[in-house]
Every structure is written in structure tokens, then in C-alpha cells.
């Protein structure tokens, strides 16, 4: 069984910074990937990044590359996501999620389809 536990959201006004945290447990080390992702109100999930845990590759969304910065700590089954000039378009619920263990052929990192398991969401909210 995987859980994941999402923290550090909060209030930050624009410009400013925020880290949120997503702790894993169970088997989330064997899992291809950690992806976060992102739900506005009345809008669609979207993919923010994503990072490999065995190679730590690292995958950005357009909208945020250059600002955010998703990093691992593998002893700590931690992925953190570090947020800088914050905009208040990135106001969203952010939630990480891995897929199962199984084969990933075609993995797609930013399509939320490949993602088994989710945590239950932390709230980023930027004022402007």
C-alpha cells in the first residue's frame, strides 16, 4: 500500500516563495516516478512536474519552468517542490501522486492516467 502526504502549502503574496512536500510510504521508492500536479477551481487538472527516483531526471510544465524546482530526498521518501516567483495563476490545490509498480513503457509524465496513488492535496494560494 502507498500513501502520500502533501505539506507546506499556504498563503504567499506574489513574487514570493513557497516549498510544499509530498512524504511517502509503503512502496513508493519502487515507484517509476513522483508527479505533482495542480487543480484550480473550475479548471482541469494539470501537470506540474515530475522526477524519476531511481535517475532523477526532472520534467517541468511550461508554465512553470525556470520558477519551480521538484528535487528528492530518497533516505526521507520526499519529494519536494520548490515554488519562486510565485504568480497568482499558480493559486491551485497541488497534489503528488506515483504510479504503481509495473512496467511504464510510454510513461507520459504530465497525463495523470499513468498515476495510481494520490495524496490528499495541499492548498497554494498566491495574492496578487
Known amino acids: 500500500q502507498v500513501q502520500l502526504v502533501e505539506s507546506g502549502g499556504g498563503l504567499v503574496q506574489a513574487g514570493g516563495s513557497l516549498r510544499v512536500s509530498c512524504a511517502g510510504s509503503?512502496?513508493?521508492?519502487?515507484?517509476?516516478?513522483l508527479g505533482w500536479f495542480r487543480q484550480a477551481p473550475g479548471k482541469e487538472r494539470e501537470a506540474v512536474a515530475a522526477?524519476?527516483?531511481?535517475?532523477?531526471?526532472?520534467y517541468y510544465a511550461d508554465s512553470v519552468k525556470g520558477r519551480f524546482t521538484i528535487s528528492r530526498d530518497n533516505a526521507k521518501n520526499t519529494v519536494y517542490l520548490q515554488m519562486n516567483s510565485l504568480k497568482p495563476e499558480d493559486t491551485a490545490v497541488y497534489y503528488c501522486?506515483?504510479?504503481?509498480?509495473?512496467?511504464?513503457?510510454?510513461?507520459?509524465?504530465?497525463?495523470?492516467?499513468?498515476?495510481?496513488?494520490w495524496g490528499q492535496g495541499t492548498q497554494v494560494t498566491v495574492s496578487s
Open positions: 509503503g512502496r513508493t521508492s519502487s515507484s517509476y516516478a
Open positions: 522526477i524519476r527516483w531511481t535517475t532523477g531526471n526532472t
Open positions: 501522486a506515483v504510479p504503481d509498480a509495473r512496467p511504464m513503457y510510454g510513461f507520459s509524465w504530465y497525463n495523470p492516467r499513468w498515476y495510481d496513488y
